[in-house]
């Protein structure tokens, strides 16, 4: 399985700035993701990250508010642009890894905007 | 369409066997299972690919009913490090790999 570390690991910002969350995994792997998880709920995607090309995005999630980048395939960053609020929440990348295509998730970035 | 899991919540005492379900009103083509203990990431349990096949290690184990779309995780023996909210993810399409998720279930497990 493949190991996926993020940074930061958690984070207070203020409104209206914005924060980057890096996501690197120890192996190569064709996809990676991410999630926004508020506290005590469930998962929801935001966007698959591709490489080599834009990203593709959920209903209700747009680039100019999440831009990513995958300059390669053991990396890949989020930004939260235009902080408010309503984006505090705990975000995680995750990658398929294995024969099975698992998907694996990294230890969560814990946003807090005031 | 995200799925429906099933209880919500439950309590058991060391030893006790549990069944989580997950249903769909839509076709799937797998149903991954994580384990989240509270402040961590979601851990990766098992995958349940087409084809109505159980699979499992140890006490964990997980059946997946393609024709009923619904699959069910099940529990024996359990151990306090049990505890924790169980999701199931969900794939609807071959060469598809995005995760839907369920709302969760809470299994608190007491000695």
């Known amino acids: 399985s493949a190991v996926i570390s993020q940074k930061p690991s958690r984070d207070i910002c203020q409104r209206g700035t914005s924060l980057t969350i890096q996501c690197q995994v120890d192996?190569?792997?064709?996809?990676m993701f991410w999630y926004r998880q508020q506290p005590g709920q469930s998962l929801t995607l935001i966007a698959t990250a591709n490489q080599g090309s834009e990203a593709t995005y959920e209903s209700g999630f747009v680039i100019d508010k999440f831009p990513i980048s995958r300059p390669n395939l053991t990396f890949s960053t989020l930004t939260v642009s235009n902080m408010s609020p309503e984006d505090s929440s705990i975000y995680l990348c995750?990658?398929?890894?294995?024969?099975?295509?698992?998907?694996?998730f990294g230890p969560g970035t814990r946003l807090t905007v005031l | 369409q995200q799925p429906v899991q099933s209880p919500q919540a439950v309590i058991l005492r060391e030893g006790e066997d549990a069944v989580i379900n997950c249903s769909s009103s839509k076709a799937l083509y797998s149903v991954h299972w994580y384990r989240q203990k509270h402040g961590e990431a979601p851990v990766f349990l098992m995958i349940?690919?087409?084809?109505?096949e159980q699979k499992g290690h140890e006490k964990i184990s997980a059946s997946f009913n393609e024709k009923k779309q619904q699959s069910s995780l099940y529990l024996t023996a359990s151990q306090l490090s049990y505890s924790g909210t169980y999701f199931c993810?969900?794939?609807?399409?071959?060469?598809?790999?995005?995760?839907?998720f369920g709302k969760g279930t809470k299994l608190s497990v007491i000695p």
């Open positions: 995750s990658a398929l890894s294995g024969p099975t295509f698992s998907q694996f």
């Open positions: 993810g969900t794939v609807r399409g071959a060469g598809s790999y995005q995760l839907t």
């Open positions: 349940l690919l087409k084809g109505g």
């Open positions: 192996s190569q792997v064709t996809m």
